[in-house]
């Protein structure tokens, strides 16, 4: 669909000012599955911003199989995840290396799924 980086990052920081009064709306109610939607932002946010690009299909994968299909879950992670690269491009921190970037990931997966069996 993207075929150049800087313009699915255009869109995607685009979408995110669109929702962001809803995402906050969405993030009131703090349960196991709003935080693991906020934390899979945050990493999609990292991974955008340190060009760690199969990563953030990783995540992109993770949300679309696992993450329940309504409004406010899409704003809270898109708002997660433009809140996220702007702050790593704004830091002065480095990026974290693959690795442990794809193990913070994984562990991540693992609480969203714990959290959606939970709500269910």
């Known amino acids: 669909m993207f ?7 255009a869109w995607l920081l685009a979408a995110a000012a669109l929702y962001a009064g ?21 990493l999609n946010g990292r991974a955008l911003a340190c060009k760690h ?5 990783r995540l992109r994968e993770i949300i679309i199989d ?3 299909k309504e409004r406010s879950v899409g704003e809270l992670y898109e708002q997660a995840t433009s809140q996220s690269y ?6 002065a921190s480095s990026c974290p290396d ?23």
């Open 3 to 9: 075929h150049r980086p800087d313009k699915f990052l």
């Open 22 to 42: 809803g995402a906050a709306h969405a993030a009131a109610a703090d349960t196991p599955l709003t935080r693991s939607i906020q934390t899979l932002g945050e």
């Open 53 to 57: 690009m199969a990563l953030a299909a």
């Open 66 to 68: 696992h993450a329940p």
């Open 86 to 91: 702007l702050q790593q491009g704004q830091s």
């Open 98 to 120: 693959g690795k442990q970037l794809a193990a913070d990931i994984s562990q991540a997966e693992t609480r969203l799924k714990a959290a959606q069996g939970a709500s269910q």
